[in-house]
Every structure is written in structure tokens, then in C-alpha cells.
């Protein structure tokens, strides 16, 4: 009996997340998000953080796969953005408070890390599925052979994103003389995320696609969608690179 209510757990959550509205569902992830980095900031000081960045960035780039409807847009938007984006709060932390090479190896690390996953899944799905397998086998192939082309985009963009949203904070604050953060994480965020949102679409949706979709596609469900989300989570993110200054051990 235990085991049937636990099997069933899962469906039955996945059911009611299912029944609300997707603006707060993905506020409620935002929020999951930050206090999350602020968690493994307390706990694990910048090793924590670079964690969640590997981690980040390889949920972003399944989810980004799935695409969702939101009553303020007429196109459906991609997933992704919302974990992806708080990757940038992670960059920001750890620029103003461990200094610019400790952002810079976050990001090397996620590299590694998106590859190493990729890899790995690769020759997992080289595995002939024995008898009763083929469906879990499928589900794989789904969700991990597209992943050359979207990874090729995704690292080519996260580069570009985050090594210029590392640069840009860096260089404000040495010109405010480390104030105004608030400022600096907002600004550095937008140019950052802007590179990285353009970058990834049109390389990932357009570039490497066997089955290219149209410009008006890529650009209002994997640009100007993703975009407007990415200027809100970088407004809600400003708390949490404040807060993160208790955080530091």
C-alpha cells in the first residue's frame, strides 16, 4: 500500500502543479531559486555556488526543450529561462563578494559539467534497451540526442552571457567604488542575459537546426519572450545578492 501511494505521489504533484497559473508556478520556482543559492552559500561558501552553476545550467538546457503558455504573451514561451537566469544572481554573488576569478571558474565549471553530462548520456543511449526498456530508452533519446546542437549553442552563449556580465560588474564596480549594487547587478544582468538570449536562439532555433524555425518564431517565443522574463528576474534578483552579503561565512 505504501509503495502504490509513493509511485503515485509524484503524478499526483506534477497533476496539481499542472492546475495553476503558470505566472505564479514560475514565481514560486524563481524564489525556489534564490533561496537555494542562498542556502548553499551559507552552507558551502563559493564551492556551493559554482555547484548550483553545473547544475543550473544542465536543468536549463533540458527544459528549455518544453515550452509553456502565459496569459501576458500570445506565443508560448521556452523553459529554461527562469533556472538559467539565475545563474546570473550566482555571477553577481560571487563577483561582489569572492572577486571576479572565483565568477570566472564557476563558469568553466558549468562548461564542464554540461559536457561531461552530455557525454555521458551519449553512450548511455549507445546501449541497445534490453526487452521492456525501449520506452525509458526513448525518453532518453528525446530529451539528450538533440543535445549536441543545443549544447554547441548553449556553451557559445553562456560564454558570451557570462563572461560579460562578470566583466560589466566588475568594471561598474571599480567605477562606483563597490557601491550602488543594486545598479551593477541589474545593469550587468541585462547586457549579459541580452547577449546570451540572442546568441542562444538564433544559433540554437536557426543556425544548428536540421528543421530551422521561422524569425517571427525564434524571436517572440526564444528572444523578446524569454527577454521580458529575464528583466523581472533580474529586478527580483537584487534582494538576494544583498542578502547573500549575511550568507558569506
Known amino acids: 500500500m505504501l509503495v502504490n501511494i509513493l509511485s503515485l505521489s509524484p503524478h499526483l504533484f506534477v497533476a496539481w502543479l499542472q492546475e ?5 508556478l514560475a514565481f514560486a520556482l524563481l524564489l525556489s531559486c534564490g533561496g537555494i543559492i542562498l542556502f ?9 555556488l559554482m555547484v548550483y552553476s553545473s547544475v543550473a545550467i544542465i536543468v536549463a538546457n533540458l527544459q528549455v526543450q518544453k515550452a509553456t503558455p502565459y496569459h501576458f504573451f500570445d506565443e508560448p514561451v521556452a523553459l529554461g529561462t527562469i533556472v538559467f ?5 550566482v555571477s553577481g554573488i560571487l563577483t561582489e563578494y569572492y572577486g571576479k576569478a572565483q565568477a570566472q571558474k564557476a563558469v568553466w565549471l558549468s562548461f564542464t559539467g554540461m559536457i561531461l553530462v552530455t557525454f555521458f548520456m551519449l553512450i548511455t543511449i549507445g546501449f541497445k ?3 521492456g526498456f525501449m520506452e525509458v530508452h526513448q525518453a532518453m533519446c528525446a530529451l539528450f540526442l538533440p543535445a549536441p ?4 549553442a548553449s556553451l557559445m552563449a553562456y560564454a558570451i552571457g557570462q563572461f560579460n556580465d562578470i566583466w560589466i560588474f566588475a568594471f561598474l564596480s571599480k567605477v562606483t567604488h563597490r ?13 549579459g542575459a541580452f547577449l546570451d538570449n540572442v546568441t542562444f536562439s ?10 530551422p524555425l521561422p524569425w517571427r ?3 517572440f517565443t526564444y528572444v523578446l519572450g524569454t527577454y521580458l522574463i529575464r528583466i523581472f528576474i533580474a529586478f527580483v534578483g537584487i534582494p538576494f545578492v544583498y542578502a547573500a552579503r549575511y550568507m558569506v561565512k
Do not use: D, K, N
Open 20 to 24: 495553476l497559473p503558470p505566472e505564479l
Open 129 to 131: 534497451p534490453a526487452e
Open 149 to 152: 546542437a543545443l549544447i554547441a
Open 202 to 211: 538564433v544559433l540554437a532555433w536557426m543556425v544548428f537546426s536540421p528543421t
Open 40 to 48: 548553499l552559500l551559507r552552507c558551502f561558501g563559493a564551492v556551493g
Open 179 to 191: 557601491r550602488f549594487l543594486w545598479l551593477r547587478s541589474f545593469f550587468a544582468t541585462l547586457i
Open 85 to 89: 537566469s539565475s545563474i546570473f544572481i
Open 217 to 219: 518564431t525564434v524571436f
